[in-house]
């Protein structure tokens, strides 16, 4: 089944750090811009961070500094790297086409990023 799939989340205390990996099982992620989203409970998902062909990135103002979006062609996989993470972090982060860059794909089911204070 071609699908998005992301991994790499857990239970983290504050200002630890996570790596999330983010596959298309049928895609080249770098020849889109790509994005990490995020949705916490009760909360709409909102874009954090995302990434051009050209590996050009922008960030939301809430992750600035602390998380960074990178990919690795080789193994077809976009990773966001996140420090310094908060309580308010806690969320289900999915990857997906970036907003204004194109329709979104099929949502994957997501990883699950709990920091606890």
């Known amino acids: 089944q071609v699908q998005l799939i992301e991994s790499g989340g857990g239970l983290v205390q504050a200002g630890g750090s996570l790596r999330l990996s983010c596959t298309h099982s049928?895609?080249?992620?770098?020849?889109?811009?790509m994005g990490w989203y995020r949705q916490a409970p009760g909360k709409e998902r909102e874009l954090v961070a995302h990434?051009?062909?050209?590996?050009?990135?922008n960030y939301a103002d809430s992750v600035k500094g602390r998380f960074t979006i990178s990919r690795d062609r080789a193994k077809n996989t976009m990773y966001l790297h996140m420090n310094s993470l908060k309580s308010e972090d806690t969320a289900v982060y999915y990857c997906n086409r970036a907003t204004g860059y194109g329709s979104p794909w099929s949502w994957g089911q997501g990883t699950q990023v709990t920091v606890s204070s």
């Open positions: 990434i051009t062909p050209l590996d050009n990135t």
């Open positions: 049928g895609r080249t992620l770098s020849s889109y811009a």
